[in-house]
């Protein structure tokens, strides 16, 4: 074995220390760094996860904090990170007429769904997250249903700065997209 080659007890076992990521990044500097997450992970305030690099982060935001793709994190490091929506499983609705859809919209708030409202050329689209009961309930609405795999960004609520259930205790906060 080379001398070059050795362990030594100060390498020997070195474990670069976890990043911690505990606050949004709102400035121009551009992200080092990327976090991929599907919607249910980007809803959780308390996270163990990995980046795309692989390197091991932990997620301390405050509580009620929902992530959106393409918004910044600072590590404790210096460190800019960038949160990405992965791609998931989801079930896109469109509907003959925009009262159809407006019915079909109604029926998923009704049940407290997260949904993502869209149009392309095609037409305009509701999206949840893929659930084979909601999909009975949308066929059965006269909603054309399509499974597919895409980035899932649901409204945020009809509260500018957050939502909360009076005197539930909660503390629960949707905040708007782009961290508003």
Not at 59 to 65: D, I, K, Q, S, V
Not at 70 to 78: A, I, N, W
Request: with cysteine; aromatic share 4%; hydrophobic share 40%.
């Amino acid at each position: 074995m080379a001398e070059s080659d050795s362990v030594t007890p100060a390498t020997a076992g070195a474990v670069r220390p976890m990043l911690l990521l505990e606050a949004l990044y709102d400035g121009p500097e551009a992200a080092s760094e990327r976090l991929e997450l599907d919607f249910s992970y980007r809803t959780k305030s308390r996270l163990r996860a990995r980046l795309v690099s692989g390197e091991e982060v932990g997620l301390f935001l405050p509580r009620g904090t929902i992530l959106r793709g393409g918004q910044k994190l600072t590590g404790r490091d210096g460190r800019i990170v960038e949160v990405v929506a992965a791609p998931e499983d989801l079930l896109e609705a469109r509907c003959a007429n925009p009262s159809a859809l407006a019915r079909a919209a109604y029926h998923l708030g009704n049940r407290h769904v997260a949904v993502e409202v869209g149009a392309d050329a095609a037409g305009d689209w509701l999206r949840i997250q893929a659930d084979h009961v909601l999909e009975g309930m949308l066929v059965g609405l006269g909603a054309t249903v399509t499974a597919l795999r895409a980035p899932f960004e649901p409204e945020a609520g009809a509260y500018a700065h957050g939502h909360q259930h009076p005197g539930d205790g909660s503390g629960a906060r949707i905040h708007m997209m782009g961290g508003r």
